[in-house]
């Protein structure tokens, strides 16, 4: 890689004749001392032409990947007013970089579309990318190694390929007779027992509530509350901020839905937007939106950002380690698209979602022992057919970083993805007849760093985290279980008869078909016959 451009300084007035007369030494030692510091020879930065035109001083200049032509034109510029600055009362006002390009020793698909690119040359297995002036205030944030690193993720981006691609079997449980083969989705709307309200959201009847409930419930006192893991309550509304630490925004900004407040608070403000409304009795949203600012934050979407947000910039000591939570008290949001589907693909679903911070080896400790939780839970309680996978680390994929393919390796980070066949969409040697309902990861010190969680000691500090999918859960259990509480196991059964299943809402015209009632009418006589229902 090489970089080529123009420096230019333009300082606080001409420059005077002497200095002038004097740059073909002072490049001679700059280049031998200055803006090699730190590098070879090869590929440390050196300026390779001068031009002098009054109060302006421009360099031509070239670099390897080390001391980079952007740094280098910052440590030029301390350098020279060092220099200049008393002897010859000579300023900087302002520095920027020109003409620069960047040369790779091989083909990049590179789009124009990337932010400060005005070219792109591929020939020959060489691929020369030409950008736009930066100014110093973008040479030091700094733009240039940040695109750099851009295109080099977007290129294995295009080889990486998608996460199925990445899929490895780890472990499956035996093959399991289904009791059921139908389609719970359409049992449970049809049935009234849940009812659509909009894009990907439902409304969910108590009966439906004390299923999903019973099923959390079970999980969070079986398996997460018996490790030591203690319930919070994180916020479900995160500023633009967080996003952009965590990596998300940069990786799902496509799946990701956005809250933005309101410009004023003086409700004469919306005088207008209130009129129109009430004479149209329609939402007039153009007008709605210029009295709103724009988006600053978004609505949850992992879920665990608020842990690492809580422990930003602290330093915590081992008395503190391993910090164990969960949070299960609201909705996630994600933005599914054409993908959105009954309660298995949603917009607003509900999760239960562990997170822990601590040494590599807490955290790896952690990790196995919750596999040893879920496969007791999926095994022995709901005796459902399951397998897990090692797959593309989900923060990688969501935060929009790739690497090369890796084997499993347990004790590094990455994700272990929770799956369940699904009978009514196919055979299980069928992919896509398997929903994944949670995934357990460990970050390393993806999130540690930005977010600057730091060790009293200076030890690494870990974080991992796991989603347990309520809704997913309940869907993939149903699936292969059914409606008959009959056949469902009985720690689910003595949940249930503790807490009893509340009687559905029947209306003169809700559930709306025949066929529904019928339905209905089953399994209220099915929970009754198993004790379940309240009377």
């Not at 129109?276 to 600012?293: A, F, G, N, Q, S």
């Not at 022992?369 to 897990?388: A, K, N, Q, T, V």
Request: charged share 30%.
């Amino acid at each position: 890689m090489r970089f080529r451009g123009v420096a230019i300084y333009r300082f606080n007035k001409d420059l005077p004749e002497e200095l002038v007369s004097s740059l073909p030494e002072f490049i001679d030692d700059v280049n031998e001392t200055v803006l090699v510091k730190g590098a070879t020879s090869e590929e440390a930065s050196k300026i390779v032409s001068y031009e002098v035109q009054d109060d302006v001083l421009r360099f031509g200049m070239e670099s390897g990947r080390q001391v980079k032509i952007h740094n280098a034109v910052l440590r030029l510029r301390n350098h020279m007013e060092r220099s200049w600055g008393a002897m010859y009362r000579l300023g900087i006002r302002e520095v920027s970089l020109d003409d620069l390009t960047v040369e790779f020793d091989k083909e990049y698909r590179v789009s124009l579309k990337l932010p400060y690119i005005k070219g792109i040359e591929v020939e020959n297995g060489r691929t020369v990318v030409h950008l736009v002036r930066l100014s110093e205030r973008e040479l030091k944030r700094p733009i240039l190694d940040r695109l750099l690193k851009l295109f080099e993720d977007k290129e294995a981006r295009t080889m990486w390929g998608g996460k199925i691609e990445h899929w490895m079997l780890l472990e499956r449980s035996r093959g399991k007779r289904p009791l059921y083969t139908g389609d719970p989705n359409k049992v449970l709307e049809e049935a009234g027992l849940i009812k659509r309200f909009s894009r990907g959201q439902w409304l969910y009847t108590p009966m439906f509530v004390a299923l999903l409930k019973s099923l959390s419930d079970l999980f969070v006192e079986e398996i997460v509350e018996p490790l030591g893991f203690r319930e919070a309550m994180f916020p479900k509304l995160y500023p633009l901020e967080v996003g952009l630490k965590t990596g998300h925004l940069k990786g799902t900004v496509n799946s990701m839905l956005f809250a933005s407040f309101p410009r004023s608070y003086d409700i004469d403000e919306f005088e207008d937007v209130i009129d129109l409304m009430w004479v149209l009795d329609t939402v007039p949203v153009e007008d709605l939106m210029r009295k709103l600012e724009p988006p600053s934050s978004f609505l949850c979407f992992a879920q665990c950002e608020p842990f690492y947000q809580f422990f930003s910039g602290e330093i915590v000591d081992d008395d503190a380690l391993p910090v164990k939570w969960y949070d299960r008290s609201g909705p996630s949001y994600r933005w599914e698209a054409g993908g959105l589907y009954g309660i298995e693909r949603l917009v607003e679903f509900h999760r239960v979602e562990v997170v822990w911070m601590g040494g590599p080896e807490q955290v790896v400790e952690m990790r196995n022992r919750l596999l040893e939780g879920y496969r007791r839970f999926m095994e022995e309680i709901l005796d459902i057919e399951w397998r897990w996978a090692w797959v593309t680390p989900f923060y990688l994929e969501q935060a929009g970083e790739v690497q090369e393919k890796l084997e499993p390796d347990l004790d590094r980070p990455g994700t272990i993805d929770f799956e369940v066949w699904l009978p009514y969409k196919g055979d299980r040697e069928d992919k896509r007849a398997w929903l994944e309902v949670g995934n357990i990861s460990i970050h390393g010190t993806k999130f540690t760093k930005p977010f600057r969680v730091k060790h009293s000691r200076g030890e690494t500090i870990w974080t991992a985290c796991s989603g347990f999918g309520a809704e997913r859960w309940l869907l993939a259990f149903l699936s292969q279980k059914g409606l008959d509480p009959a056949g469902w196991p009985e720690k689910l059964i003595a949940r249930l008869r503790e807490h009893k299943v509340p009687k559905p809402l029947i209306a003169v015209t809700y559930p709306e078909r025949a066929e529904g009632r019928e339905t209905l009418s089953w399994i209220v006589e099915k929970l009754t016959e198993s004790g379940l229902l309240e009377r």
